[in-house]
């Protein structure tokens, strides 16, 4: 199994580190560069929620602020084209796999792929 993580500083936490190499064999943590909210998939969501639920629009309390963020989710509580399009292609166009199946974010991939070739 992969996980794909940000790299904030809870991912890289020593109370994990016991727990992360017992299941090593089974598990591959794959972290994003740093400074990369195009690369996560959440960004583009909390992007569109907040243009369809909060942009340019004057709530009187917070209440209200969440309920139009609630409602904006509930569309989404399926399976549905807007998500598959936000979220959907992230595995394939981010990342490749090395010889032996690791995967390598694409960028950081095609600098291993030209040091190879010199």
């Not at 994990?16 to 690369?39: C, D, E, I, M, R």
């Not at 996560?40 to 992007?47: G, L, N, Q, T």
Request: aromatic share 10%.
């Amino acid at each position: 199994m992969m996980i794909v993580l940000d790299n904030a500083r809870y991912h890289h936490a020593k109370l994990l580190a016991a727990l992360l190499n017992k299941y090593a064999h089974v598990l591959t943590l794959l972290f994003l560069p740093p400074y990369s909210p195009q690369w996560a998939p959440i960004e583009r969501v909390r992007k569109l929620t907040r243009r369809l639920a909060t942009h340019n629009r004057y709530f009187e309390t917070l209440g209200a602020v969440l309920d139009s963020v609630q409602r904006c989710f509930a569309r989404w509580l399926k399976p549905n084209v807007t998500l598959k399009r936000l979220c959907g292609f992230t595995l394939v166009a981010m990342f490749s796999f090395d010889a032996q199946g690791k995967a390598q974010p694409a960028r950081e991939a095609i600098k291993l792929a030209a040091l190879d070739t010199v």
